[in-house]
């Protein structure tokens, strides 16, 4: 898939009132645990990890994987691991609690640098095999531009769904836009459904919420790639109320520059928010302002 080139017409809701608590830790080291490569959140006494209600945004949620699987691929592991220990140490541990425990910790007033001391130094609760990581993401990634390619089969729009699925890894047999070409037009639709019975199924789950005293139900979630899952599903199916949480239209692009996935602000935007490819971006601007006044100066 050619990434610097825009992705306009794809819209992903949120992913809903699903409430947990997610954890950003200060620091992380690299280990081994039955003979994989891990890497283990750390704990100092003092230093907290900081402690968010609720999940990021489904849109952002799968634009990141997706862009760390890009990142991580052709890498090696020891690599792969320090580049999940900065993604984490930026946004959050890719694990969610397990029972809830930080809502246990924060009712009973028990002694925080105890809970965390033991619990992520002493248990090694916190930790994340490498392997395992790469493998699910770029799972993810071939799941995610699966489902654009087939949204963009069923309009219609079959060169945007082979630009789109470029960039995905898989056997020959296994291929979306192989089987579409070679099936006729009568069969085509039977193509899109074994595709799609292939996306992981969503598991469901009876929770107490503390704050309001109900119970409701959820997706089962443990991890940020079980949370993107939800967030794609969301976006795939006409009945899942996929836009309610943001109330309209929210258009994915590729940069121009660096070629990663991002939320659109506006019709008009080619380049994602870093500093580097704005940069480029105003470049781009200035020489064809020049351009233009050059043009101008040469017609009078």
């Known amino acids: ?61 799968l634009i990141e994987l997706c862009n760390l699987n890009l990142e991580l691929r052709n890498k090696p592991p020891e690599e792969c691991a ?26 009973n007033n028990d002694d925080p640098n105890g809970f965390w001391d033991c619990m992520v130094n002493m ?27 087939i949204r963009s089969l069923m309009e219609g729009k079959a060169a945007d769904a082979q630009r789109i699925y470029d960039g995905v890894c898989v056997p020959e047999q296994e291929n979306l836009i192989r089987d579409w070409y070679r099936t006729d037009s009568v069969r085509r639709p039977l193509v899109l459904q074994r595709f799609i019975e292939k996306i ?6 009876l929770e107490y919420d503390l704050s309001t005293g ?17 967030g794609l599903a969301r976006f795939m199916a006409v009945n899942a109320n996929a836009l ?4 309209g239209k929210t258009n994915i692009a590729f940069c121009q520059a660096c070629g990663k ?20 971006r105003n470049k781009l601007k200035s020489k064809e302002y020049y351009y233009r006044e050059r043009a101008k100066r040469g017609t009078k």
Not at 200 to 205: D, F, Q, R, V, Y
Not at 214 to 230: E, G, H, N
Not at 261 to 280: D, H, M, P
Request: glycine fraction near 8%; charged fraction near 25%.
């Open 214 to 230: 109900q119970i409701q139900l959820q997706p089962s979630v443990k991890s940020v790639v079980d949370a993107a899952y939800f």
């Open 123 to 149: 248990l090694e609760s916190y930790r994340v095999f490498v392997e395992d990581m790469v493998r699910d993401l770029e799972q993810l990634y071939t799941d995610t531009m699966t489902a654009f390619a």
């Open 261 to 280: 996935a991002f939320i659109k602000r506006g019709n008009r935007q080619k380049y994602c928010g870093t500093l580097e490819c704005q940069s480029v």
């Open 200 to 205: 992981p199924k969503l598991n469901m789950g």
């Open 82 to 107: 320090q580049i999940l220990i900065q993604w984490s140490m930026e946004n959050i541990h890719p694990y969610y609690f397990y029972g809830d425990d930080v809502a246990h910790l924060e009712m």
């Open 244 to 247: 309610d949480d943001y109330g």
């Open 1 to 61: 898939m050619d990434l610097k080139r825009e992705l306009t017409d794809y819209e992903i809701g949120g992913i809903g009132d699903i409430k947990k608590h997610t954890l950003r830790f200060h620091s992380y080291r690299i280990g081994n645990e039955d003979g994989k490569l891990t890497i283990f959140a750390e704990y100092t006494p003092g230093q907290f990890p900081k402690v968010y209600k609720g999940y990021p945004s489904g849109q952002e949620l």
